[in-house]
């Protein structure tokens, strides 16, 4: 990992250190880890300078809030099983998502009307009206200032949603024990809704959204990605699809939890 090309970008990092992965074979480091949780605006920066140093910046949180600051800082990060974001197709693992997800419950309409049990389909886009990276970086500063005990870790990846899989990231491990495969649908929503990844904990993820869906239908067609993706935000959240496709009507920022 190249630090000294954020020096060359004028950019100055808190203390911090490198984290060896908990697999420890190679001593692979996938993650720089500050010290201390970051001034509130170096995301931005860093993330604006990312196409020179190839650093993406994260937001990191722990576990708990407990003093170890899992899983960042005790490595229990696992690159060396996660495949390539590019071996995947996201249409068909939503496709096979939403199929695992149905069969494990006798009656899934309810949770998933309008659609019931029949997958729709990727949701159709709409024109976004802010800039990806500035709305990012707008998020980031207000992510910091809601969540001041947040680190700043530095992953070498070419775009966000890889960063999950370099540094090794296991979040989801409950329903899919491969972040590659989560980091192939993230590269999909980057390009359809101009979404970013800007903070990550134990298991839950924090996306900036700059092409939102702008009415009732769209956002339900959005949130049956998102049921596929990570059906607890459904089923331990509002319970149904049309009551949380409400709160992605225009919304610049997604959330995920997996339990």
Same mark, same amino acid.
């Given at each position: 990992?190249?630090?000294?090309?954020?020096?060359?970008?004028?950019?100055?990092? +808190?203390? =911090?250190?490198?984290?060896?992965?908990?697999?420890?074979?190679?001593?692979?480091?996938?993650? !720089?880890?500050?010290?201390?949780?970051?001034?509130?605006?170096?995301?931005? &920066?860093?993330?604006?300078?990312?196409?020179?140093t190839?650093?993406w910046?994260?937001?990191?949180?722990?576990?708990?809030?407990?003093?170890?600051?899992?899983?960042? #800082?005790?490595g229990?990060?696992?690159?060396?099983?996660?495949?390539?974001?590019?071996?995947?197709?996201?249409?068909?693992?939503?496709?096979?998502?939403? =199929?695992?997800?149905i069969?494990?419950?006798?009656?899934?309409? +309810?949770?998933?009307?309008?659609? =019931? &049990?029949? !997958?729709?389909?990727?949701?159709?886009?709409?024109?976004?009206?802010?800039? +990806? $990276?500035?709305? #990012?970086?707008?998020?980031?500063?207000?992510?910091?200032?809601?969540?001041?005990?947040?680190?700043?870790?530095?992953?070498a990846?070419? &775009?966000?949603?890889?960063?999950?899989?370099?540094?090794?990231?296991?979040g989801?491990?409950?329903?899919?024990? $491969?972040?590659?495969?989560?980091?192939?649908?993230?590269?999909? !929503?980057?390009?359809?809704?101009?979404?970013?990844?800007v903070?990550?904990?134990?298991a839950t993820?924090?996306?900036?959204?700059?092409?939102? +869906?702008?009415? &009732?239908?769209?956002?339900? #067609?959005?949130?049956?990605?998102?049921?596929?993706?990570?059906?607890?935000?459904?089923?331990?959240?509002?319970?149904?699809?049309?009551?949380? #496709?409400?709160?992605?009507? $225009?919304?610049?920022?997604?959330?995920?939890?997996?339990?």
């Open positions: 990992m190249n630090l000294d090309a954020l020096r060359s970008a004028a950019i100055d990092l +808190p203390p =911090g250190r490198m984290i060896t992965s908990d697999e420890g074979e190679g001593d692979v480091q996938p993650l !720089w880890l500050s010290d201390e949780p970051p001034a509130m605006n170096l995301w931005g &920066r860093i993330r604006a300078a990312h196409a020179d190839g650093l910046p994260l937001l990191l949180l722990p576990l708990d809030r407990d003093d170890d600051f899992r899983p960042w #800082a005790t229990e990060l696992f690159p060396e099983n996660v495949s390539s974001p590019g071996d995947h197709d996201a249409a068909a693992l939503l496709t096979e998502w939403w =199929g695992n997800h069969s494990t419950e006798e009656d899934s309409a +309810p949770a998933t009307a309008p659609f =019931g &049990r029949d !997958w729709p389909g990727l949701a159709q886009t709409s024109p976004g009206t802010e800039a +990806p $990276d500035v709305l #990012a970086a707008e998020y980031a500063l207000a992510f910091a200032s809601f969540q001041p005990e947040a680190r700043l870790g530095l992953v990846a070419p &775009r966000g949603a890889d960063a999950l899989a370099a540094v090794g990231w296991d989801p491990v409950n329903y899919a024990g $491969d972040t590659g495969k989560y980091a192939a649908v993230l590269r999909s !929503w980057e390009e359809r809704f101009g979404v970013r990844v903070a990550v904990g134990f993820l924090y996306l900036s959204v700059a092409a939102p +869906p702008t009415t &009732r239908d769209e956002a339900l #067609a959005v949130a049956a990605e998102h049921f596929a993706f990570c059906p607890d935000n459904i089923w331990q959240g509002p319970g149904d699809l049309a009551t949380y #496709a409400e709160r992605l009507v $225009d919304g610049d920022s997604w959330q995920f939890w997996w339990d």
